[in-house]
């Protein structure tokens, strides 16, 4: 509202003079209350990464790539480290990547483009959006149930498939929401062309709808991932190792069939310990975390910027 | 083919299409079938452990003063009162820093400010919640609950709250910018043109048309903050158990904190004597109190639709 003398736009002066050449003093106040809750947040941000930082950097500038290759123990905060979580966490990802967006894509596909406007095509739409509001943990609790002991013979039990698995059931409503998004927003004219020279359904999405669709469900399904990469508590649930976990030299069956650890898991062990030595340790694992997710998250939010189309 | 007629069958296409077209469509169908047996899974599983618990446990011990599972006291109003004072003061910060926030956005900003200021919420919005809790441990109780409260314990439930809500922020911002941005143009045009400042504008005029989407945002909030679990098993203290409390500078129990604890004890989630099944039904509770959450925040949303 202050308009600096010399620079009036007629906008300016009309609003002086319409507002009888009262300062709308309350109004700035308004705003500025606003931008501060907005800043507010932001500095949240900005003081738990320096937090993060300063705490856990010294590990990195002091023992580099050996916290990252080192083992995991809750004993000598001098060789532990992040190797098995980090491999941990890719070899759950890998699992979530193979299961969950396959089927929730191929979900949101008949949802989008088969389903016609049925009770039960409704309700399984309604089930989708309740199942991405239930908490975490309830999933760890189905993931017991179902993959670590009803499925037990083919998940060999407390695994990391069982482990894996139940990532993959906790973001796969969210992947159909976000890959729903996507086809949605392609318009009708792309589809009736292809009906129009001869397509069959199937060939329209697959040379035409899912092309266009494929940046939107890209950014969804990237964003997913790095829920479930930074997924805890079903991990514990589904008996993620917290302590000491034996490897070293076993196959890939081996280790999908064995006992794992992941990541966030690995934090939440550390920062439940006492000694300064792992809170700094806590620290550095989380830097890797933070690494791993908001790069994820970033490239989600480039990729929709970049292919961002408006048709 | 050799009359000018056109046949039918010439029109169907070949069989072999037709087939593979109707297989793809199966294959999909199943594929969305499947979340449905998501959710069948999921009450099964709670349900059936939870009635093992209940029939196996002295249902007197469900009153039981404190929540204590491994000494077999299931006191189910400690955990909810926890899970109460959590959220609670979770939702103290994430409500008003969430619609300032969503307003400014969604009333305020120009498209540029929008533009950088939208991707860093997001980028809070995707910190997991075990680095929340860290710092909830690390930062926010020392720095900010232990400075205001002198007698505040290391492991607290203020801090957690805090810590909950910086978590819900993000979410709570979206979902009601969501509801502001869908009032029409034309409602800020009339008052703007009667004469109404913006800020009255933005008060009187476009809050209100929004009421029922920013309701929902608070109950989604809520819904979230309920079912946060690792910002409290680490924060708030209460590993093992913990008796009644509502106070939050002291440590405390919640719901999810209470199912962590169970499952990362010593004795593991194998447990004996309804320790095991109790995780079970305390899932339960927590399953139907987000799901009636969910359902009620997904009506206000509808309502916001319907209307414009």
Known sequence: MASRAGSLTASDLVAASLHGRKRDIGGGIFQALLILALFVSLLVLLVLLYDVISGGISVFSERGADFLRGRLSIVTAATAGVGQGIFGTLLLTVIVVLVAFPLGIAAAIYLEEFAEDTRFNRFINVNIRNLAGVPSIVYGLLGLAIF???????????TALAGGLTLAVLVLPIVIITSAEALRAVPHSIREAGYGVGATRWEVIRSHVLPSAAPGILTGTVLSLSRAIGETAPLLLVGAVTGFLASGGASLYEQLYGGYTALPVVIFRWASLPSQDFRALTSAAIIVLLALTLTANALAIILRNRYERKW | MTSGAIDIGALQGSPQRRRRESLILRA???????????SAGIVFSLLGEAIVFLSNVDLSQLFAGGWYPRRGEFGIATIVTGTMVVTLVGMVVAAPLGLAAAVYLSEYAKPRVRRTVKPILEILAGIPSVVIGFFALTWISPEVIQRFFNDAS????????????????????SVAEDALRSVPQALREASVGMGARKRTTTLQIVLPAAVSGIVAAFIIGMSRAIGETMVVAIAAGGTGGSAFTVDPTGPGQTMTAAMTALAVGSDQV???????????????????ITLTLNILSERFVRRVRQKY
């Not at chain 1, 499925?151 to 407390?158: I, K, N, Q, V, Y």
């Not at chain 2, 169908?29 to 979340?35: P, R």
């Not at chain 2, 439930?157 to 911002?173: E, H, R």
């Not at chain 2, 194998?270 to 139907?288: A, E, H, I, K, M």
């Open chain 1, 148 to 158: 670590v002991k009803l499925l037990a013979e083919f998940t060999g039990g407390r």
């Open chain 2, 28 to 38: 999909f169908q199943l594929a969305a079938a499947l979340s449905v047996l998501i």
């Open chain 2, 154 to 173: 290391a492991f607290n439930m203020a801090a957690a709250g805090l810590g909950v809500g910086i978590l819900v922020t993000p979410l709570v911002a």
């Open chain 2, 270 to 288: 194998r447990g004996t004597d309804g320790t095991f099944q109790s995780l079970f039904f305390v899932g339960l509770l927590l399953f139907f």
